[in-house]
């Protein structure tokens, strides 16, 4: 077995240094193989050959798994070859059986730094510190060496929509790839754009409130729709959803069931966890049934 500075030999001894630790620092694609597997055979060189090529992109770590069960069963290996990507010490990603070499580039693609990659770094630090300027200046320019840094469009989008200019945040989002636009922080982006522009055009909160009141049907349930967004931009989260969660038990079905659909992508907001995710996930579910 081919070993170096780009491809090790890990086992149980030497795994917490060999992948743990390291994944602090660099991607570590583990592969956990065995002698008397064909499939091994066929993926081991290629995977071999990209750590080489990629000349320390990446790690890649070799792992026997008849020689190393503990290791095998603690990370769920049903079958091999099973290769499963490390960062900060935890599973990311994996796949199982031998991919061609062009799946096997898509896979790392995924999950290797991208030219302008340490300039949105800077730009999410410049955000933080409410430098704004500073930060789009940063994302423009990681965007001039890599057009495709999806990320740094998604930071874009968001200060866009920050400052009211919501055709700049859907162009972000427009030249974003296809695979990259069914995420859920884009999905959230895409909610939060739509719920906008909805609360704009919403009448005063105290007319809204006062149509909730006095009428019934669908009139009351596009108030109670509207009223939830308008708290939603005015940062009463809570209330909002606990506004939907009414229209829910009223108005289930208005609008397809417009109601549920608003919460989920509120969720989405939040990339479907939290701890108030789950307290809404479960009156949401009340709500229903």
Same mark, same amino acid.
């Not at 959230?188 to 919403?202: C, N, P, V, Y």
């Given at each position: 077995?081919?070993?170096?500075? @780009?491809? #090790?030999?890990?086992?149980?001894?030497?795994?917490?240094? !060999?992948?743990?630790?390291?994944?602090?620092?660099?991607? *570590?694609?583990?592969?956990?193989?065995?002698?008397? =597997?064909?499939? =091994?055979?066929?993926?081991?060189?290629?995977?071999?050959?990209?750590?080489?090529?990629?000349?320390?992109?990446?790690?890649? /770590? $070799?792992?026997?798994?008849?020689?190393?069960?503990?290791?095998?069963?603690?990370?769920?290996?049903?079958?091999?070859?099973?290769? $499963?990507?490390?960062?900060?010490?935890?599973? *990311?990603?994996?796949?199982?059986?031998?991919?061609?070499?062009?799946?096997?580039?898509?896979?790392?693609?995924?999950?290797?730094? $991208?030219?302008?990659?340490?300039?949105?770094?800077?730009?999410?630090?410049?955000?933080?510190?409410?430098? +704004?300027?500073?930060?789009?200046?940063?994302?423009?320019? /990681?965007?001039?060496?890599?057009?495709?840094?999806?990320?740094?469009?998604?930071? #874009?989008? @968001?200060?866009?929509?920050?400052?009211?200019? @919501? /055709?700049?945040?859907?162009?972000?989002?427009?030249?974003?790839?296809?695979?990259?636009?069914?995420?859920?922080?884009?999905?959230?982006? &895409?909610?939060?754009?739509?719920? +906008?522009?909805?609360?704009?055009?919403?009448?005063?909160?105290?007319?809204?409130?006062? +149509?909730?009141?006095?009428?019934?049907?669908? +009139?009351?349930?596009?108030?109670?729709?509207?009223?939830?967004?308008?708290?939603?931009?005015?940062?009463?989260?809570?209330?909002?959803?606990? %506004?939907?969660?009414?229209?829910?038990?009223? @108005? &289930?079905?208005?609008?397809?069931?417009?109601?549920?659909?608003?919460?989920? $992508?509120?969720? /989405?907001?939040?990339?479907?966890?939290?701890?108030?995710?789950? %307290?809404?996930?479960? &009156?949401?579910?009340? !709500?229903?049934?």
């Amino acid at each position: 077995m081919p070993t170096g500075e @780009h491809i #090790l030999e890990v086992n149980l001894g030497n795994f917490q240094e !060999a992948v743990i630790a390291l994944s602090q620092k660099t991607l *570590v694609l583990v592969d956990f193989w065995a002698p008397w =597997c064909g499939p =091994c055979r066929a993926l081991g060189p290629i995977l071999e050959k990209l750590a080489e090529e990629m000349q320390g992109a990446f790690v890649l /770590a $070799k792992i026997n798994s008849d020689e190393n069960q503990e290791l095998s069963q603690k990370y769920q290996v049903r079958g091999i070859p099973a290769v $499963k990507a490390f960062k900060n010490g935890q599973v *990311v990603d994996e796949f199982t059986g031998a991919l061609p070499e062009s799946a096997i580039r898509q896979f790392l693609e995924k999950h290797l730094p $991208k030219p302008g990659d340490d300039l949105r770094a800077a730009a999410m630090d410049a955000m933080a510190q409410g430098k +704004t300027a500073e930060a789009q200046a940063l994302l423009q320019e /990681a965007l001039q060496q890599n057009p495709r840094n999806d990320q740094a469009r998604l930071a #874009l989008a @968001h200060l866009a929509i920050q400052q009211g200019q @919501h /055709a700049e945040a859907q162009a972000q989002i427009d030249a974003m790839s296809p695979l990259f636009q069914m995420e859920t922080e884009v999905e959230g982006l &895409k909610a939060l754009l739509e719920f +906008t522009e909805e609360a704009r055009k919403a009448p005063p909160i105290s007319a809204l409130e006062a +149509t909730i009141a006095q009428e019934k049907g669908d +009139t009351r349930a596009l108030a109670m729709y509207q009223r939830a967004l308008v708290l939603l931009m005015q940062g009463q989260e809570t209330a909002a959803l606990d %506004q939907l969660i009414e229209m829910v038990e009223r @108005h &289930k079905n208005y609008e397809d069931g417009l109601a549920r659909k608003t919460i989920l $992508k509120i969720f /989405a907001l939040h990339g479907n966890q939290g701890a108030m995710v789950e %307290q809404y996930r479960t &009156k949401l579910s009340r !709500a229903l049934y």
